[in-house]
């Protein structure tokens, strides 16, 4: 997955407003986990979750049917 991918998905998991455990679990991660992998991107360091979070993220937020325009 590439980083353009993975920064689109943050923003979708943080502006996720539903009820799903999971993607609510990812977004305390993105918010207070200082143990996440960060990647420099833009002179920005962006927080990265692992691929399969992201998978099953992007796969979860397909099935709500929830808006992916930014």
């Known amino acids: 997955m ?6 689109k998905l943050n923003k979708l998991i943080r502006k996720y407003e ?3 455990s999971f993607i ?8 207070s986990n200082k143990y ?8 920005k360091n ?12 992007e796969e979860i937020i397909k099935n709500e049917n929830i808006n992916t325009k930014l």
């Open 46 to 57: 962006i927080k990265i979750l692992t691929d399969k979070q992201y998978l099953v993220a």
């Open 24 to 31: 609510l679990s990812l977004q305390k991660q993105l918010k």
């Open 2 to 7: 590439e980083i353009d991918e993975k920064i």
């Open 36 to 43: 996440l992998t960060k990647v420099e991107y833009k002179n």
């Open 18 to 20: 539903g009820n799903n």
